[in-house]
Structures are given as structure tokens and as C-alpha cells.
């Protein structure tokens, strides 16, 4: 079973030129139908505070939508929906129809988010080839008690989308490995590239195993990561080494 990860620099605020670009880096990456696919947070807008600007229109989610169709996989996208207005990780499924939504628990109050996206309440998790799956977003990585419940329920791989910048990345890398090691999954997390009015950023997106070590890393350039995720492998793990049986 593969995961994908597309690594690029949304440009700002501009929804029909981020949708163009998704469409042809899908179009390059070419993934197997029944894979998974992961975009980075607010992938339509970049990480803006202007919410009326990143609010997904109908014609963006429409159009991310028909890619997760045209492409036969579930595909996790960075949008910003509701009202009032949250930052979300969407999931598609190959039919096109929504799999799952998650809101970001964490909004980053240092860069002003929890002032104007309202913050979610609880993880979520949805199917996929057989495994159980959860979407975090960026600043909920630095929060390891939003993760244990979704482990406690059985978390199989664990999603993290993101707009975080270059001069933290280090701190990206790590802990991404600490969630996967504290709860026995894989981890996929998937970054933005580029600049904003805000921050530099430099992707770094990658995939770790069950056991912390890193599978593939994206490096700082636009492009797609692919790994195979062996969770028969991962189950027999969690077997021998049961340390979740332990979480209060």
C-alpha cells in the first residue's frame, strides 16, 4: 500500500493557481489508484489570516474532489472551512465524497491563528486498505497528548500536514520521529516549500517507520514522496514489543 506526499509552495491566496499546480503534480506523481495522497496544510491559500481568502470556494473543493476521483485514492488536503472559519485537513475518497474532516486542536496563537480560526475538539480517523488513519496539522505535532487517544483507538498511520517554517524544521524532523516511536506508527508528514509573506519554508517532508527511523525524506526542492507501508510488518511489532498495552 502506498503513501504519497506533494511537497510545493502554494502561492499566495490564490486558490485557482494552488488547484492548477495540485492537478500537475498529481498529474507527475502518478499514484496508484487506492493509494494514499497528502497535501500540506492550507494548501489552496497558504497559511494566511485573511479568512475570507483562504475559505475553500465550492469550485475548490469541487476540483479537489474530482482529483481524488480521477486519480482513485484518498486524498488529504490542508482547507480552511466552516463557519465560523477553521483550519482543517480534509480527506476525499476515490469516489470524491468526504471521508473525513479534522480541525487542528492547536491553533498557533504565536502567529495570531487562534484569533481567527476556531479550534477543534478531538481527533479523527478514517479507513483506508484496511488501516486506521488520523490527520493532525502542524503546530498540534509539538502537543504528544492529542495523539495517545487516537493510538489508544487504533491509529495505524499517523498524518501530519503543515506550513512550518525553515528556522524550526530540526524541530519538525524529531518530532516527527518521537510520534511515531511513543505510539508504534508509521508517520507521514508533508510540508510546504517556498515563501510567504511571513516565513521562509523548506519542506523536509517525509515518511518514518514504526520504530522512528526515517523511509524517505523530500529534501527542500518541490516534488512527491512515495513509500510502501507495511502494517502486517508494523502489527507484528506492536505484538512484540506491546508498549501501548501501557498507556494510562
Not at 480552511?80 to 480541525?103: H, I, L, M, S, T
Not at 480517523?125 to 503546530?139: E, H, K, L, N
Not at 519554508?201 to 523511509?215: P, Q, T, Y
Request: with cysteine; glycine share 10%; aromatic share 8%.
Amino acid at each position: 500500500m502506498k503513501v504519497y506526499g506533494i511537497q510545493f509552495g502554494p502561492v499566495w491566496e490564490d486558490q485557482p493557481a494552488n488547484c492548477r499546480r495540485i492537478a500537475a503534480l498529481l498529474t507527475l506523481a502518478a499514484p496508484e489508484a487506492g493509494s494514499l495522497v497528502v497535501l500540506p496544510e492550507m494548501c489552496v491559500s497558504g497559511f494566511t489570516m485573511n479568512a475570507s481568502a483562504a475559505a475553500s470556494t465550492a469550485t475548490t473543493v469541487e476540483r479537489l474532489s474530482g482529483l481524488a476521483r480521477q486519480h482513485g485514492v484518498h486524498l488529504v488536503a490542508g482547507l480552511a472551512r466552516g463557519g465560523p472559519a477553521a483550519n482543517e485537513a480534509v480527506v476525499f475518497g476515490p469516489d470524491g465524497d468526504e471521508a473525513c474532516r479534522y480541525r487542528k486542536q492547536r491553533p498557533f496563537t504565536f502567529g495570531g491563528e487562534a484569533e481567527v480560526y476556531q479550534a477543534g475538539g478531538r481527533f479523527e480517523m478514517f479507513d483506508w486498505q484496511g488501516a486506521r488513519v488520523a490527520p493532525f496539522i502542524c503546530y498540534d505535532l509539538r502537543f504528544p497528548e492529542l495523539f495517545r487517544p487516537a493510538a489508544a483507538a487504533g491509529m495505524e498511520l499517523l498524518v501530519v500536514i503543515a506550513s512550518w517554517p525553515k528556522r524550526r524544521i530540526e524541530h519538525w524532523v524529531k518530532l516527527l520521529q518521537a510520534r511515531a516511536i511513543e505510539n508504534q506508527c508509521h508517520v507521514i508528514g508533508v510540508n510546504r516549500t517556498g515563501s510567504d509573506p511571513v516565513n521562509e519554508h523548506n519542506g523536509r517532508s517525509m515518511i518514518v517507520n514504526a520504530m522512528g527511523e526515517l523511509v524517505v525524506d523530500a529534501g527542500e526542492a518541490e516534488g512527491v514522496i512515495c513509500a510502501e507501508i507495511d502494517f502486517e510488518a508494523q502489527r507484528d511489532l506492536r505484538v512484540r514489543l506491546p508498549f501501548l498495552r501501557d498507556m494510562v
